[in-house]
């Protein structure tokens, strides 16, 4: 579905930085995450907007991992001297980073439950064009704008904003919409659109120039448990995509309770699955803070990660090694680049809780020290953030580049 033009609040004027290139193909590169964070040079003093999606409030656990990587990469860029501002849905609740712009309208539907051909549609009134509306406002009091949104607005209004937009895109190929939006964005602005994993590049079939760029975490927050008790730990949102059945059908199979935590996103399917499992022993303790999340999570015996989809990465698999909880997963998405096969846990077929019990049977060889060792190695908050300040720089750069041939 096309369509030329979007209206907030009856304005359709909009300034063009420049969307077409004299050489567009001398500009067009993959690049991949060993590109960044390892010069550690970076401009001092950044001045960033995160813009964060529009599907609910920061800090309700509805936007999953995205809440998390944009609250830790936001903290971490401010202790090292940068300014970051926040601008999020109403209710937001963003600690010691400055919300600049709180705004009010319905979300945008789920693009995971959405068939691929869905057009574009807005609500009325509509969270995202509220959003982008603050930023076009204030967009000019920044060196860059960074979308964390999975949505086909941003990508589209790029070019119509004065300052250059890093886009962050937490999910794997979904809707053709925004497939094409991507791809038009990486033809004008090179590089300036990053995924978290290489399975989450892969789902974008044809599209070239993709950033991969993992997440990291604090692990100062989370604390290292040598011993473990005889139970299974589940984290997520609770919809079918999570694929929290399987995890119903391990703690069945293996006679371990299992304790859940997440947001409680579909009850529906909720209750069917624990209909479906009469005899497996569930504790769900509801959405967590991190502090008490862990404290359940820590004396796990192994993580479960039972995605139905491409997961773009899998914050709770290194949340879990941070604890010494080795990691059980099926070898699909994000997780099971993170997973180190009989080092920190055990990649087993998709869709298979059999061979998950299995994999739980051999658990006792793995080393808790040394998952929070590989936690410690790949996965620090640091790591993280120089490797997206690299990125940010660049994004910059290539504005200034674009702007010299045009």
């Known amino acids: 579905m096309a369509i030329s033009t979007v209206s907030f609040q009856g304005k359709r004027t909009f ?3 420049h969307t077409s290139l004299a ?12 590109g960044f964070g390892q010069n550690c040079v970076t401009v001092p003093g950044v001045k960033l907007l995160f813009v964060s999606t529009a599907v609910g409030p920061l800090g309700a656990g509805i936007a999953g991992g995205v809440e998390l990587n944009l609250l830790n990469l936001a903290g971490e860029l401010i202790r090292r001297g940068h300014v970051v501002h926040i601008a999020a ?3 937001s609740q963003t600690g010691d980073v400055p919300l600049v712009a709180a705004v009010n309208g319905l979300p945008p539907a789920f693009a995971q439950h959405e068939p691929r051909d869905q057009p574009v549609v807005l609500p009325h009134p509509s969270a995202t064009a509220n959003l982008w509306e603050a930023v076009r406002a204030l967009e000019t009091d920044y060196d860059l704008i960074v979308n964390w949104g999975y949505d086909w607005l941003p990508l589209y209004l790029t070019p119509f904003l004065h300052t250059p937009v890093a886009h962050v895109i937490s999910m794997g190929s979904l809707q053709d919409t925004i497939d094409a939006a991507i791809a038009g964005v990486l033809r004008s602005f090179p590089g300036t659109v990053a995924v978290h994993s290489e399975a989450q590049a892969q789902t974008f079939a044809g599209i070239e120039g993709l950033v991969i760029l993992p997440c990291g975490m604090d692990l100062s927050a989370y604390t290292f448990r040598p011993r473990a008790e005889p ?3 589940w984290i997520g949102r609770i919809v079918p995509e999570k694929g929290l059945e399987d995890a119903f059908a391990v703690a069945e199979l293996t006679g371990l309770a299992l304790e859940i935590m997440g947001r409680l996103q579909d009850e529906d399917y909720f209750e069917a699955t624990r209909n479906a499992y009469p005899r497996a022993v569930i504790r769900y303790r509801g959405f967590l803070p991190t502090s008490e999340m862990q404290q359940i999570l820590g004396r796990a015996q192994c993580l479960l ?4 989809w491409v997961e773009a990465f899998g914050n709770v698999v290194v949340e879990a090694l941070a604890c010494g909880v080795p990691v059980v997963a099926y070898r699909r998405g994000g997780p099971a680049e993170i997973v180190v096969d009989g080092m920190t846990g055990f990649l087993t077929p998709p869709d298979d809780p059999h061979a998950m019990a299995a994999a739980i049977k051999n658990l006792p060889g793995i080393d808790r020290a040394c998952c929070r060792a590989h936690a ?9 953030a120089t490797r ?3 990125w940010f720089e660049h994004c910059m750069r290539i504005e200034v580049a674009l702007s010299e041939i045009t």
């Open 15 to 17: 300034h063009t930085r």
């Open 23 to 34: 050489s567009p193909s001398a500009l067009r590169h993959p690049i991949i995450s060993s």
């Open 89 to 91: 849905v109403a209710g």
């Open 231 to 233: 139970y299974l730990a």
């Open 305 to 308: 990660v039972t995605p139905k």
């Open 376 to 384: 410690e190695t790949h996965y620090s908050l640091g790591a993280m």
């Open 388 to 390: 997206f300040l690299d």
